[in-house]
């Protein structure tokens, strides 16, 4: 099956700095998009991309759809308190497929 | 954007019951509906793609005698956990898909809140 390989799993940071994590997979997607979730919650979307190379911003949220069309990262800056949660990549061709998650702890 | 409903949020039931769980797009009409399951601490697993008027698709692994889908209506899709067992406790989350929402061959899935099932 199509894996998607997120990392890092978890992370604890300050206020105040920025974030990064990326996702890999070995097989090719036309769509890759981010999400991120809380406790008890379903997914919420924060960037979607369609084609390799596009850098999209939301706000303090960059992501990009890597050239080889097997990656993505996602960056947050100036973290604040109300980033902490699970942050999901997906790849989507016919259906969509998850990373394994990033869980986010930010220290006030 | 659009909106999912999911019904209950939570249950709780005795094993070897049968438990139905409904999505619903609100203010779309989705023909596909896809129902995925979460562990806790664990990332969302496909378990079955919904098609409107046919018969669902099960991901390999998924016992589609167990796990019953119905998608009646263009914006409606149930999922019955039949016989469950305490293994079946877990985040059931479901989303449409909107069609024309979304662009080039993506077509956006919105998801619902989830709904708790634990089974004692």
């Known amino acids: 099956g199509q894996q998607l390989n997120q990392s890092p799993q978890s992370m604890f940071i300050q206020e105040g700095e920025d974030v990064s994590m990326n996702c890999t997979s070995s097989?090719?997607?036309?769509?890759w998009l981010w999400y991120k979730q809380d406790p008890g919650e379903g997914p919420v979307l924060l960037i979607a991309?369609?084609?390799?190379?596009e850098l999209t911003s939301n706000g303090r949220l960059t992501a990009q759809f890597g050239i080889t069309r097997k990656d993505s990262f996602l960056n947050i800056s100036a973290s604040i308190p109300s980033d902490v949660g699970i942050y999901f990549c997906?790849?989507?061709?016919?259906?969509?497929?998850f990373g394994a998650g990033t869980r986010l702890t930010v220290k006030p | 954007g659009a909106v999912v409903s999911q019904h209950p949020s939570w249950v709780i039931c005795k094993s070897g019951t049968s438990v139905k769980i409904e999505c619903r797009s609100l203010?779309?009409?989705?023909?596909?509906m896809f129902w995925y399951r979460q562990f806790p601490k664990q990332s969302l697993m496909l378990m079955a793609t919904?098609?409107?008027?046919?018969?669902?698709?099960?991901e390999q692994g998924v016992e589609k005698d167990k796990f019953l889908i119905n998608h009646a209506s263009l914006t409606l899709s149930t999922l019955t956990v039949t016989s469950a067992h305490p293994e079946d406790s877990s985040f059931y989350i479901c989303?449409?898909?909107?069609?024309?929402?979304?662009?080039?061959?993506?077509?956006?899935?919105?998801f619902g809140p989830g709904t708790r099932l634990t089974v004692l």
């Open positions: 997906a790849g989507h061709n016919n259906d969509m497929r």
């Open positions: 203010d779309f009409q989705a023909t596909t």
């Open positions: 991309l369609y084609k390799a190379g």
């Open positions: 919904s098609n409107e008027g046919s018969k669902a698709t099960y």
């Open positions: 097989s090719i997607f036309n769509t």
């Open positions: 989303s449409a898909r909107g069609e024309g929402r979304g662009k080039g061959s993506y077509n956006e899935q919105f």
